[in-house]
């Protein structure tokens, strides 16, 4: 039996999570991805193809303090950022989007963060 790759595992697990969860004008899909070194999210709106509002680990608030702070801490700024901008355009509940990544470690510090920021999902 051939194993198969980890990311296309991943990849796999994010098709058929996208083929369920969809981002509306009132309830926008909020994405993850995750790499090695640094964190991506962003809001879309899926109906329009528009990404709304994005954060990740190489804006200058977060990467200043790069140095200094473990892999989670940054995910959780991240998702505190990404909340306050959406917040300010008007955005205040979303779908979230694990991107076929399990729901701990960084993912879930991210999550934690967007709702402290103010999101609701």
Do not use: C, W
């Amino acid at each position: 039996m051939k194993t198969i790759a980890t990311h296309v595992r991943r990849e796999r697990r994010h098709r058929r999570v996208r083929a369920k969860v969809k981002g509306t004008e009132a309830r926008p899909r909020l994405n993850v991805f995750r790499s090695a070194r640094h964190i991506f999210a962003q809001i879309i709106d899926d109906g329009q193809g528009h990404t709304l509002v994005a954060a990740s680990t190489l804006d200058a608030d977060i990467r200043a303090k790069a140095s200094e702070t473990k892999k989670k801490d940054e995910a959780k700024a991240v998702g505190k950022l990404l909340a306050q901008r959406a917040v300010a355009k008007g955005l205040k509940q979303v779908v979230f989007d694990r991107g076929g990544y399990q729901y701990t470690g960084r993912i879930k510090s991210l999550a934690d963060g967007a709702r402290e920021g103010g999101l609701e999902f």
